[in-house]
């Protein structure tokens, strides 16, 4: 069955070099056991996510049993072209890829988004570790193998995997707490990564009345007394669990968004000696303002320990001469747009490289419904000089011109729902605003447009769906304008009837 074209390939020498750099980089870490920090800072759109997710797609390349899927967005839900719903995809989700039986991870990647977060400081870092929850049983027990194997209790590593293995495959049926003692009575003392989750109470589903409540309230959350208790527990842990053989990426995207524990969490990984590769992304200049990120940068003992890949800047001897951040050439760009289209003729790409040099929104034009139903097909885009000098250059611009491809009632659904979004956050309860909406009967197309809200994902990337219940615009430039549109699409006493409904829906629901 052949694949879908889910995006572009990786395109420019210079990423490719900084990629190749990375995994020499990471089996340095493994090696020396001793932490590292990758801070990678470039303007948006510029492709510094797609570096993590190709290296991470490396990393999964090298495995043995392939515990891991080959790439990022092979365990999402994204199954289109929208460009907005491939970003800010950080991490395999384990909800999207089975484990193959009998295999173990030899290495773990832990990623965060810190523009999709929102609520309690404290509580979004344990949501957070989520992750690790949904690998618990296979990172204890490739830890164990290591553990065991040191202790001459197994004369080969791999003797020592295949039995952990064996063990986690035969206790797993019987339970947790029984895959807990099989795997200490077969080893040495464990990793405890699971009892410690248990105390986090990690795994354990949050009420759904208190989640909700999160979210419809507003105003200054405070990180609640056992903030610094807490990260020093989860520093500890995941120091002890990445160890040579086991080595650990944690992934920070727009680490200048980062709340200040977030931020002190890079801080103590940092400092600690274990096989941890942390990277981050951030704007240019963003992390320069007298934070916690500059004074890291001047710390004498970390400058060893922290590499900053700046457009315009040379990288260090590992890396191969030519791997940059820097803006990609026309040659790649041209690839992009090929990509999309595989005849465009040499006129429009030409002309379209010329005109944006960042990928974001030249991706943003490549998809425009209108290209996609005229040029899809036989993919031979043809646009006159005049027709591409009319294209909006700015990405929110884009946006709007994807915003109309909508059909009205996705419009109107979205509008809606930025009424259900708490101040300073992207995300809304579906169900309460569906609810809310249904109740309307001032809307004279209200079913309608609640039950565009039913459906998983919105045309054209427009949402996000984060859980059962909550679902996200993917770009603040796409809640900006769907805010913008309420007030053409509804009356002010509209509105107010919505804000008054998402309480009664609160309490229906409960």
Not at 112 to 125: E, H, K, P, Y
Not at 186 to 212: D, F, H, N, Q, Y
Not at 280 to 297: I, M, N, R, Y
Request: charged share 25%; aromatic share 8%.
């Amino acid at each position: 069955m052949e694949k879908t074209f889910l995006q572009p390939p990786f395109v420019g020498e210079s990423r490719l070099l900084l990629v190749d750099g990375l995994v020499t980089l990471f089996d340095q870490v493994n090696e020396r056991n001793e932490s590292c920090w990758v801070s990678i800072e470039a303007p948006s759109g510029w492709g510094k996510t797609r570096v993590a997710q190709e290296f991470y797609a490396r990393l999964a390349a090298r495995q043995e049993q392939h515990y891991w899927p080959a790439t990022i967005l092979e365990a999402s839900d994204v199954d289109s072209l929208d460009v907005s719903a491939r970003r800010k995809r950080v991490f395999p989700n384990p909800q999207y890829f089975k484990r193959p039986p009998g295999s173990l991870p030899n290495f773990m990647w832990w990623g965060i988004a810190c523009d999709m977060r929102n609520g309690v400081a404290s509580q979004t870092l344990l949501e957070d570790l989520q992750q690790l929850d949904a690998h618990k049983i296979y990172l204890e027990a490739t830890w164990a193998a290591h553990a065991s194997f040191k202790e001459k209790r197994f004369p080969t590593l791999a003797a020592a995997k295949q039995a952990l293995s064996d063990v986690v495959e035969e206790a797993a049926s019987a339970g947790l707490g029984e895959v807990i003692e099989q795997v200490s009575g077969a080893t040495v003392p464990g990793l405890g990564l699971i009892v410690k989750l248990g105390r986090w109470g990690i795994g354990k589903t949050k009420t759904s009345c208190e989640t909700k409540e999160k979210l419809l309230a507003g105003g200054k959350l405070d990180d609640g007394s056992n903030r610094d208790d807490l990260l020093e527990d989860i520093v500890a842990t995941v120091a002890k669990m990445a160890r040579p053989g086991l080595p650990t990426v944690v992934f920070v995207e727009d680490f200048h968004k980062a709340t200040p524990l977030m931020e002190e969490l890079v801080e103590r990984l940092v400092r600690t000696n274990a096989a941890l590769l942390i990277i981050t992304t951030s704007w240019p200049g963003e992390l320069d303002f007298g934070g916690t990120p500059q004074k890291l940068f001047a710390d004498d003992f970390l400058k060893s320990r922290i590499l900053r890949i700046q457009t315009g800047t040379e990288l260090p001897d590992l890396f191969h001469s030519g791997a940059s951040m820097d803006e990609l050439p026309k040659q790649a760009l041209r690839e992009i747009i090929l990509s999309y289209y595989p005849h465009t003729d040499e006129e429009t790409l030409e002309h379209l490289a010329s005109r944006y040099n960042n990928p974001l929104p030249l991706e943003l034009v490549c998809t425009m419904p209108v290209y996609q139903d005229n040029f899809a097909a036989n993919g031979k885009l043809k646009l006159s000089a005049q027709e591409i000098d009319a294209l909006p250059i700015e990405v929110e611009d884009l946006y709007r011109e994807l915003w109309k491809a909508l059909p009205i009632e996705a419009q109107q659904a979205l509008a809606l729902a930025t009424l259900a979004i708490p101040e300073q956050d992207s995300a809304w309860h579906s169900h309460l605003i569906q609810s809310a909406i249904q109740q309307c009967d001032g809307i004279g197309n209200h079913k309608a447009i609640a039950r565009m809200l039913e459906t998983d994902r919105i045309p054209h990337g427009w949402a996000r769906f984060i859980e059962t219940w909550l679902r996200r615009f993917n770009e603040p430039d796409q809640l900006h304008i769907a805010q913008t549109y309420v007030s053409k699409f509804f009356l002010r006493r509209t509105s107010i009837t919505i804000w008054i409904g998402l309480p009664k829906s609160l309490e229906n629901k409960n």
